[in-house]
């Protein structure tokens, strides 16, 4: 089975500041995982993925992910946060069968973490 | 290009009432969910369509049924609503060209309540 934590509700970061949105995730083969990003009254926005390769994701506006085997987590970061990043983000993995090429068509998100940028 | 239309957008409901909530997208993709949202839960999956004519169910599939009759469109129903299915719904599809590995894009969703 397939699962993922988001340990922080909320994350308070003033504007200027690195930010750190935390993930891990638990799956039996292989993960996709994902990151997206809810404004207020809005569908989800895909920010990033890891499929494979590189262990350091960039995706849009600024953001950046490492993916980390051993630590199975895969926290979002921004060098510089802005008060338009505020936002709810979250985190998902979907797992793969790399030996059989079989996996999980349902994509399993966290229960998402709340982040607000301080002027 | 639309992406991923959802109708309608706001909806209350009585109890035992049915409705149909629609999806359509127009980017020709093959997967296509509808997810609620609950505060504090996430989303989940309540089923799944890989391809016109096929459904399949996630997570939390009780209470709800869903048809794919044409590749665009994904319909919803539910037949008899019930106060535990006030939520927030949303349609999203996703391409298969990467497989599994493909993000969705999704819709603005339905806020639903049942009284």
């Known amino acids: 089975a397939q699962s993922v934590a988001q340990p922080e509700d909320q994350v308070n970061v003033a504007e200027g500041n690195p930010l750190t949105v935390k993930c891990t995730y638990s799956?039996?083969?292989?993960?996709?995982l994902f990151w997206y990003v809810q404004y207020p009254n809005r569908g989800l926005q895909f920010l990033l993925k890891y499929i494979t390769g590189d262990n350091l994701v960039k995706g849009s506006y600024g953001f950046e992910a490492e993916f980390n085997k051993s630590q199975t987590s895969f926290h979002l970061k921004k060098p510089s946060a802005l008060v338009s990043d505020s936002a709810l983000y979250f985190c998902?993995?979907?797992?793969?069968?790399?030996?059989?090429?079989?996996?999980?068509?349902?994509?399993?998100f966290g229960k998402g973490t709340k982040l607000s940028v301080i002027p | 290009n639309a992406g991923v239309t959802q109708t309608p957008k706001f909806r209350v409901l009585k109890t035992g009432q049915s409705m149909t909530l629609l999806c359509a997208q127009d980017?020709?993709?093959?997967?296509m969910y509808w997810y609620r949202q609950d505060p504090g839960m996430g989303l989940r999956l309540i089923h799944y369509s890989v391809g016109e004519g096929t459904t399949a169910k996630g997570e939390v599939p009780d209470g709800y049924n869903v048809s794919r009759l044409k590749k665009q469109n994904f319909l919803l129903g539910l037949e008899s609503a019930a106060p535990s299915q006030t939520s927030v719904y949303f349609c999203?599809?996703?391409?298969?060209?990467?497989?599994?590995?493909?993000?969705?894009?999704f819709g603005p969703g339905t806020r639903l309540t049942v009284l």
């Open positions: 980017m020709n993709h093959e997967y």
């Open positions: 799956v039996s083969g292989n993960p996709y």
């Open positions: 998902a993995v979907r797992e793969f069968k790399a030996y059989s090429g079989a996996g999980s068509y349902q994509l399993t």
């Open positions: 999203a599809s996703s391409p298969s060209r990467g497989g599994l590995s493909d993000e969705q894009f």
